[in-house]
């Protein structure tokens, strides 16, 4: 019976810990859309096997995995960006938001990278 008439707990307080962490692996995701540039900007060599020949490579794939990559981290960055905003204003821990956006963005470049080679491979 005294557990029916017992106050509801209180909320945990937000540590500051808490937010700067978050704020730093937040930072870290978005220097991780920089390499991600600088990739996307290397592997416009892949494509240089591309110049005489077009029978030697698959545009359509290309394509699909440069969307695929800029799309993915548009929304890796929106979810956690959301996430983050969210957990933070529910005074709930939000410094995994981030880990996991960027593991997301880590495999969306890994998949990028597998479907540029697999293209232009001869």
Not at 13 to 25: E, M, S, W
Not at 43 to 57: I, K, Y
Not at 84 to 102: D, K, M
């Amino acid at each position: 019976m005294s557990d029916i008439l017992s106050p509801a707990p209180a909320r945990s307080r937000l540590l500051v810990g808490d937010i700067v962490t978050t704020a730093l692996l937040v930072l870290v995701q978005f220097a991780g859309v920089v390499v991600e540039l600088f990739i996307f900007g290397m592997s416009a060599m892949a494509t240089d096997v591309c110049a005489g020949d077009s029978d030697r490579c698959d545009d359509d794939t290309i394509g699909v995995a440069a969307t695929v990559l800029w799309t993915g981290t548009a929304v890796a960055i929106i979810f956690t960006v959301a996430g983050c905003l969210t957990r933070i204003g529910q005074r709930r821990p939000a410094f995994w938001v981030p880990i996991v956006g960027l593991g997301a963005q880590i495999t969306l470049t890994c998949l990028y990278i597998h479907l540029v080679n697999g293209a232009t491979s001869a």
